[in-house]
């Protein structure tokens, strides 16, 4: 029998070292999944994990497939810290994505200098105004945001495969469902590095992600804003107490979390795919929540854990072509490493040990 | 440390017995050595402050916690108890403080989970029916439990026991839900089961309550046993330092203010019902002066939370001119704006509502300070600022920290009440409301906090502090309403009632409203 | 017509299959958000074993071991080490995505035999409704069989009672001595077995082959169907058929050329539960008497 006493206090060592168990323990799980394929097991995961980043160019498409990643967890750090249960960042993304998309492509004739601040600002509004739908029903009705932004989601998705199989097709691409490319002003480019060049697809927005996630660190933990945050999810009448508005936090997070995915969605397609098309996020509002997690909910960590799982999207990629394995591996280790990191939570906050027949213990305090 | 020459001649073999318990949570040792008998027919109280070790004695009997060491014996033979299943075989029914019903089940279904299976529902609801007309606890078995108030909640809790025929029934701390009046018909009920054979093991910390209906007590303290005595024909007052330990100091109440102003006024304030639970507080008139300190007497569950949230701002009425600070008009106040126009809030409850158990010390002296000046700058949190606060009040507060800026979890109960109390005192509020200040604390810090709100009213504050703890409430009040249903009593003066007045009035006997109205109207120093 | 109404009918059943399922799970007090993933795991062994052994009743068991043995991971973090719950099921569903098509690998382009119709004798001779109803394969009966026997175990039996308590408040169960871990595990583990059910009745019969992520969030689907439902066997039958109905309605739409664009019909399930989440939210009584109060919360069996 499995016995579970809360921890009082939560040594420093342990926070930074069960995210790295967990990757090792997701790392040694890889490796024995690709013995029991078949194929070597160290150089299976060398192909999947370092071979993917051993060049240059190589670490600057880690930092781009990381790019919506970092953004997209950077928001839900805020909704889960404030025990808000934003499952919808997908949806959220691809909203942000029509929104700009709407702007790039209304109006192509718009200098860089004033599309490209309105496309930003249209896809954090478009991303907010798909949160604010479970934001609203649950501070309205008490909804539950978790089926509710899960359903939006896939809402988002019929409806931007709408978009661009309907109204929004490009009359001359053939019938494939895709939008007119965007004009050259609605594109974030690639950042020419002095005297290193271009770093594979690096681009601007990798930068603004960057900087993104260090003000959010920033926010969570030096703000006022970060602070009632913080205590509405650890202790919501103590918040109530300190005279913090719960619905207004509630709506707050979900507006952050939505502008932050519908961010994600705008960089994702003016840095990567020049026009909308059916399928304009891989996932990423989901990997996102991993990322979050893996991050242990500090934005300046989901930098980090971004790019970790970013690396092992691209390892999926790279064991596709070089071992012929299907590229759905990725998605066993990003189940596993989210398994192992949850169970490193668990580890974390409670002191377990294991004791003999002790079938009813109780589960009140004292 | 047991004393086991209180054992009754007329019964040779308990019932049921411990020796020795011992029960360790991490470094916290909840029941140290712990031995105690009961005999049939026999009503014995387990006597103890918060945090005691009763709970969880009486878990280990129940099966729900397995002692680390020590055995029990049930009609002198060793026994382990596993679970609650296997105590209920043996005979041992138990009512627990927080009922352990099922909200969205009828009661039939809720008594049913806890009989043996092959009963028809029907043939339970028909047991149910007789039994609970049979003792005049009337309740009806198809009905679903959110739709029942705390009271019968508690019959069905009982009527679940009773209908599996226990020869030894746990009752913990039944009393702290039930008016006085329900008190007694519980009593009678409990006294009958005596009769009838049973033993009842009453938990309780209520010395009143203890000395009218149980022979013999067990007292804990700090998770020791500290002996088993008779209870008839002893005071509370050998009671009550058996349970505490020390001499209980009394605290001399402070000459009350002449001609002094109105602080703080509270008119006519009605808040309607929130849930099935909770009570409605019907025009509530409080009037507190400087350098008063105004007790608010009442059971719990009488409207004590509701009236707390109305008085700190999480609960606000719509209609402005109900409460006025100083004479300006704060209804419509939150509670950030009403700690700017200078109020002090400390809530019954530490963990979860005075503080941020997972967070720092400095993040909880922030809980009330943000809307102030100092520690938040253009929304920026000034840390050093926090901490340097923090100390402050460690220093000032006899707060003993295991290491600078801990987190709130890791003080003990009394060492974070300080912290709650001195974060609110440090300001010097010009009004501060406080409820339960002493609930659950060692008698240390219980002194060292009512001496703080003596101190702050002695400055010219007013604190108007609800509290269960009528001792307390004598012992530093200096007028007093007693809170009953909803509804406050007019005022009395702390020198010319007595104990046994408040008393009635608790359990909601108007009939006495008129000694406490000659009061009321009378300025607060005019009776000193 | 009856053609449109079998063909609905047939798209049902993975719906049945995995909401009964999930309905049990979340009536115990859990949201496994894993459905998809345990549909998909059910799904390519039920065609594996099929296509390994030939005999499709082989692989109907395959499916449901498969489903529950992926639950069983869901249980191991989500009750054994008291993980959340949502982030356990959401990892769950990618690691199911993910494992289905790296054993599914060798199986894509296959195809299967499926499952026989079976008639039933004299019903299915019945007119108009015989057909429609009484000539289906061996799974399609199965799931109403589930389906009546998870109302009539929640209602009338002991042991669902018992389930019904643990999802409304597992600390009074847990004082009343009641197993609440064991209880929620055998819960997930059904879920798991009918999700696998669900996924496996894809190949089986729907499709008989197997393609990564063929399930195409049927999962969500009926994690959705179960609120929509909500937490009412009974009401699930209804709610998959209209489900069901609505995927039909847009394939065929499609091919007449209807105006009302495929992809909102599609929204239409998902909007519905939406709708049906306000109202659950709004009637009080009914969501304390109905909806699991200990759905998705922690339950430390020690401390």
Not at chain 1, 167 to 190: E, Q, V
Not at chain 2, 385 to 394: L, Q, S, W
Not at chain 3, 33 to 39: F, I, K, N, S
């Amino acid at each position: 029998m499995i016995s579970m006493i809360p921890r009082k206090h939560i040594p420093l060592s342990l926070t930074l070292l069960t995210p790295t168990i967990a990757i090792i323990l997701t790392l040694l799980f890889g490796a024995g999944i690709f013995g029991l394929l078949g194929f070597s097991p160290l150089g299976s995961l060398y192909t999947f994990f370092v071979a993917p980043i051993s060049r240059p160019d190589q670490i600057g498409d880690l930092f781009v497939k990381a790019c919506p990643l970092i953004i997209t967890a950077t928001g839900l750090v805020f909704c889960f810290r404030a025990n808000v249960w934003n499952i919808g960042a997908e949806g959220q993304l691809v909203f942000g994505a029509i929104f700009s998309g709407w702007m790039a492509l209304s109006f192509p004739h718009w200098p860089a200098m004033t599309l490209m601040p309105a496309m930003i600002v249209a896809s954090i509004i478009g991303g907010i105004f798909w949160a604010m739908i479970p934001a609203l029903l649950k501070v309205r009705f008490n909804t539950n945001e978790i089926l509710v932004s899960l359903m939006l989601t896939y809402v988002a998705a019929l409806f931007i495969d709408w978009l661009v199989r309907g109204p929004w097709r490009d009359p001359m691409s053939f019938g494939f469902p895709l939008t007119k490319m965007y004009s050259d002003a609605a594109l974030i480019h690639r950042i020419d590095v002095p005297f290193v060049g271009m770093l594979g697809q690096l681009h601007w927005g990798v930068v603004g992600a960057l900087i993104l996630a260090i003000f959010g660190g920033f926010v969570l933990s030096r703000t006022i804003l970060g602070f009632q945050i913080k205590v509405m999810g650890d202790a919501p009448r103590a918040g109530r107490f300190a005279g913090f508005n719960p619905n207004l936090i509630t709506i707050g997070v979900m507006a952050i979390a939505g502008g932050a995915a519908g961010l994600a969605g705008m960089v994702e397609v003016s840095a990567s795919m020049g026009q909308l098309q059916p399928n304009v996020s891989f996932g990423y509002g989901f990997t996102a929540i991993i990322v979050a997690f893996l991050a242990r909910l500090n934005p300046v960590g989901v930098i980090f854990a971004g790019l970790i799982v970013a690396l092992a999207e691209l390892g999926g990629d790279h064991a596709q072509i070089a071992l012929g394995m299907p590229k759905v591996v990725t998605g066993v280790f990003k189940g596993v490493l989210l398994f192992m990191l949850l169970a490193g939570e668990t580890f974390n906050r409670y002191h377990i040990t294991w004791r003999h027949p002790a079938p009813m213990p109780g589960s009140r305090e004292q | 440390m047991s004393q086991k020459s209180n054992a009754r001649g007329s019964h040779p073999q308990p019932l049921f017995e411990a020796v020795g318990i011992t029960k360790q949570f991490g470094d916290f040792t909840a029941n140290d050595d712990v031995s105690f008998r009961i005999y049939p027919e026999e009503i014995h109280a387990l006597l103890g402050e918060n945090g005691a070790g009763k709970s969880t004695f009486v878990k280990i009997a129940y099966g729900l916690l397995q002692p680390d060491k020590g055995s029990l014996f049930w009609n002198g033979e060793l026994v382990s108890i596993r679970g609650p299943k296997q105590a209920r075989q043996l005979g041992i029914g138990m009512v627990f403080q927080h009922f352990s019903l099922f909200d969205a089940l009828t009661v039939a279904e809720n008594i049913q989970l806890a009989m043996p299976a092959g009963e028809s529902i029907t043939s339970l609801s028909s047991r149910i029916s007789s039994i609970s007309r049979d003792y005049g606890i009337e309740v009806d078995p198809a009905a679903r439990i959110y739709n029942l108030s705390v009271g019968q909640q508690q019959r069905v809790e009982i009527i679940r026991c009773l209908l599996q025929e226990p020869k030894l029934l746990i009752m913990d701390e039944p009393t702290s839900v039930l008016t006085p009046q329900e008190t007694e018909q519980l009593f009678s009920v409990l006294r009958r089961f005596a009769e009838n054979g049973l033993a009842v093991l009453f938990i309780s910390h209520k010395l009143d309550e203890i000395r009218a209906l149980t022979s013999r007590a067990t007292v804990l303290r700090r998770g020791k046993n500290v002996g088993s005595v008779t209870t008839k024909g002893r005071s509370n007052r050998e009671l009550a330092e058996m349970m505490i330990g020390a001499k209980v100091k009394d605290v001399a109440r402070q000459q009350a203010p002449a001609d002094a102003k109105v602080l703080f006024e509270v008119k006519g304030l009605n808040r309607a019902k929130a849930n099935a639970f909770a009570v409605a507080l019907r025009n509530i008139s409080i009037t507190a002066h400087a350098g008063e300190i105004f007790g608010i007497a009442g059971i719990a569950g009488n409207g004590q939370d509701e009236l707390m949230a109305a008085l700190t701002g999480e609960w606000r009425t719509e209609k402005p001119g109900v409460i006025k600070l100083d004479g300006t008009d704060i209804s419509i106040s939150g509670p950030a704006e009403r700690r700017v126009a200078g109020m002090g809030f400390i809530p019954e409850e530490r963990n979860g509502h005075a503080a941020v158990p997972s967070m720092s010390l400095a993040d909880n002296a922030l809980l009330t300070n943000h809307s102030l000046a100092g520690v938040v700058r253009g929304g920026v949190l000034d840390l050093v600022g926090m901490r340097a606060k923090a100390a402050a009040i460690a220093a000032n507060f006899d707060v003993r920290l295991p290491e600078p800026n801990p987190l709130a979890s890791s003080l003990s109960g009394g060492n974070l009440q300080k912290f709650v109390v001195g974060r609110e005192i440090i300001k010097v509020p010009r009004v501060l409301i406080v409820s339960q200040p002493t609930w659950g604390v060692d008698v240390g810090a219980a002194v060292f906090i009512r001496k703080a709100m003596q101190e702050l009213a002695a400055k010219g504050s007013a604190v108007v502090m609800i509290s269960q703890d009528l001792e307390e409430i004598f012992a530093i009040a200096h007028r007093i309403v007693v809170l009953h249903n909803g509804v406050l009593s007019p005022a009395g003066s702390a020198t010319d009632l007595t104990a046994e007045k408040v008393g009635l009035l608790m359990g909601g006997d108007t009939a006495h409203t008129s000694d406490l109205a000659g009061g009321s109207d009378v300025a607060p120093g005019a009776s000193a | 017509m009856e053609a449109l109404m079998l063909t609905v009918l047939l798209t049902s059943v993975p719906l049945i299959f995995a909401a009964t399922g999930e309905l049990v799970a979340e009536r115990s007090g859990v949201l496994n958000l894993g459905v998809e993933g345990m549909m998909l795991m059910g799904a390519v062994s039920a065609f594996a074993a099929t296509a390994i052994v030939g005999n499709p009743y082989l692989g109907v068991l395959a499916g449901a071991v498969a489903g529950a043995m992926t639950a069983l991971v869901f249980s191991l973090f989500a009750l054994g080490l008291a993980t959340n719950q949502v982030a356990t099921g959401l990892a769950l569903t990618i690691f199911g995505t993910g494992l289905s098509g790296l054993v599914g690998a060798p199986f894509v382009g296959g195809t299967i035999e499926g499952l026989p119709n079976l008639a039933i004798p004299l019903l299915a001779d019945l007119p108009v409704i015989g057909n429609l109803l009484f000539n289906h394969d061996f799974m399609a009966y199965l799931s109403i069989g589930f389906l009546l026997a998870v109302g009539w175990f929640l209602r009338r039996t002991r042991a669902g009672l018992v389930l019904r308590a643990v999802g409304n408040s597992h600390d009074s169960a847990h004082a009343l001595g009641y197993p609440v871990l064991l209880v929620r595990f055998c819960a997930v583990s059904f879920g798991g077995m009918m999700a696998g059910l669900g996924g496996a009745y894809l190949p089986l019969v729907l499709t008989p082959h197997w393609s990564e992520g063929m399930t195409a969030g049927r999962g969500w689907i009926a994690l959705a169907l179960v609120v929509f439902a909500s937490w009412i066997p009974s009401r699930i039958l209804v709610g998959a058929l209209l489900f069901g109905g609505i995927t039909i309605m847009q394939l065929a739409g499609q091919a007449r050329g209807w105006v009302v664009p495929s992809q909102m019909l599609s929204m239409l399930p998902y909007i519905a539960t939406i709708i049906v989440l306000v109202v659950i939210a709004r009637n009080r009584e009914f969501a304390l008497a109905n909806s699991p109060a200990c759905l998705g919360r922690l339950f430390i069996g020690s401390k």
